[in-house]
């Protein structure tokens, strides 16, 4: 009998269960939203607002709860330092299900499951002149001073781990001079 069993089979095997929502919550989490069928996305939801109620907590063996069923470090640094943080003041509702109708191939209810307050973006902007701005008439491409090119030539030849190197120099020559 299955008498105080609280979560939804969805037709699999207990490990089989637990992989797939936990695979669906790493996507929550990383997109913001996942497109899913209804049932899944009601298990999912609940397990979903357990996580943020972990990161909301910020102890370290929250963390490594969440690192159970996460099982990505980048993701547990993202969950505690940029998702949990958006809903300190909210006691729960951290996510939400809609319904999007049935699907075509065998006519299950899909539903959109999303994270209540998705990060703020900022508006893109056009790619062409602003309107209060006429274009400019094109010129005739410069050639570049010889100066130019040896400096140019010496970053290339650095690589990234010069560039390093140099920031390295300078901060110790400005610490050693204070």
Same mark, same amino acid.
């Given at each position: +009998?299955? #008498?105080?069993?609280? &979560? ?7 490990? #089989?269960?637990? =992989? +797939?929502? &936990? $695979? ?5 989490? @990383? #997109? ?6 209804? !049932? @899944? ?11 943020? $109620? ?6 370290? #063996?929250? @963390? ?7 099982? &990505? ?8 330092? /940029?998702? !949990?943080?958006?809903?300190?003041? +909210?006691? *729960?509702?951290? $996510? ?9 191939? /065998?006519? !299950?209810?899909?539903?959109?499951? !999303?994270?209540? @307050? ?5 508006? =893109?902007?056009? =790619? *062409?002149?602003?309107?209060?701005? =006429? ?15 040896? *400096? ?27």
């Amino acid at each position: +009998m299955r #008498h105080g069993k609280r &979560n939804q089979r969805l037709s699999r095997p207990m490990d #089989h269960r637990e =992989a +797939m929502v &936990n $695979t669906l919550v790493k996507n929550l989490l @990383r #997109h913001g939203q996942i497109q899913t069928t209804y !049932a @899944r996305a009601k298990e999912t939801q609940r397990l979903a607002d357990r996580l943020v $109620t972990l990161g909301k907590e910020g102890s370290v #063996h929250s @963390r490594r709860r969440a690192f159970r069923v996460l099982q &990505n470090r980048t993701l547990v640094k993202q969950l505690f330092g /940029d998702i !949990a943080p958006r809903y300190l003041d +909210m006691p *729960g509702g951290y $996510t939400r299900v809609m319904r999007l109708g049935l699907r075509r191939g /065998d006519g !299950a209810q899909k539903a959109l499951l !999303a994270l209540s @307050r998705l990060p703020e973006v900022e508006p =893109a902007r056009p =790619a *062409g002149p602003k309107p209060s701005q =006429a274009p400019k008439a094109p010129t005739a491409p410069q050639a570049p001073k010889p100066e130019q090119k040896k *400096g140019d030539e010496e970053k290339k030849k650095k690589g990234i781990l010069g560039g390093l190197r140099d920031l390295w120099t300078r901060k110790k020559k400005g610490s050693g001079a204070s």
